[in-house]
């Protein structure tokens, strides 16, 4: 099994509805997560962290379920700019051996008009 | 601006060849990792280095070899041991503390080809 999974999706949305999609974890160490964009053949920037109490950031919210495993991330209103890819990562500190940041397969999101 | 810089940003060789890729910052960031990336798929850790002279392999080491004499520096070789090394490579660092606070920051890429 992947320590951090995300169902690949295609996720067709179209324009202006809500679509939502999480990510599952199995190291119950992970300290702290986020969400990443990723467009096609660019490099991954991130999007937003997620806190324990869930956060929002403008059309997009992130909640975590610790006690599932999970993180999730709802995009509100959708625009056709949201296609790209999100990649959850988990982050562990593991003293001597450093931060470890686990991806995600990645979820790729499709708006249409 | 400080950042990562990679290059180049595409790379051909042939079979059986050594190829070294670079990946350079100037965020006097500790922390510096290698990730690849296959199409479709998400990013798996090749290497990654917390200090300089000091690097650990990641999940899918075999058939790489990185370096780590300077801080700005962490560049990977791709050797011939690799068995499928045609892939998007992705260099990225964090400073000291972790990403607790901070985002992985990221270099542009390179994709490499073997053929």
């Known amino acids: 099994r992947k320590e951090v999974e995300q169902d690949p999706g295609p996720f067709n949305v179209p324009e202006g509805a809500t679509v939502a999609f999480n990510c599952t974890y199995s190291?119950?160490?992970?300290?702290?997560f986020f969400w990443y964009r990723q467009d096609c053949r660019k490099e991954p920037k991130l999007l937003m962290s997620v806190y324990s109490s869930g956060n929002e950031d403008g059309r997009f919210t992130a909640q975590l379920n610790r006690a599932s495993q999970y993180i999730s991330l709802l995009i509100r209103d959708s625009k056709l700019s949201d296609s790209a890819t999100y990649l959850c990562?988990?982050?562990?500190?593991?003293?001597?051996?450093?931060?470890?940041?686990?991806f995600g397969g990645g979820t790729r999101v499709l708006v249409k008009p | 601006d400080g950042g990562i810089t990679q290059s180049p940003k595409y790379l051909f060789r042939k079979e059986g060849q050594n190829v070294t890729l670079s990946c350079e910052q100037n965020?006097?960031?500790?922390?510096m990792y290698w990730y690849r990336q296959d199409p479709g798929q998400g990013l798996r850790l090749i290497y990654y280095?917390?200090?300089?002279?000091?690097?650990q392999k990641g999940d899918i080491a075999e058939g790489y070899s990185v370096s780590r004499e300077k801080k700005e520096s962490f560049p990977l070789t791709v050797t011939s041991a690799q068995k499928n090394p045609t892939a998007f490579y992705l260099c990225a660092s964090l400073p000291r503390g972790g990403a607790g606070n901070s985002p992985l920051h990221f270099g542009n890429g390179t994709r490499l080809t073997v053929t």
């Open positions: 280095s917390q200090i300089v002279n000091d690097f």
């Open positions: 190291n119950s160490a992970s300290q702290s």
């Open positions: 965020l006097n960031h500790d922390a």
């Open positions: 990562v988990a982050w562990c500190f593991q003293g001597a051996a450093g931060n470890k940041l686990t």
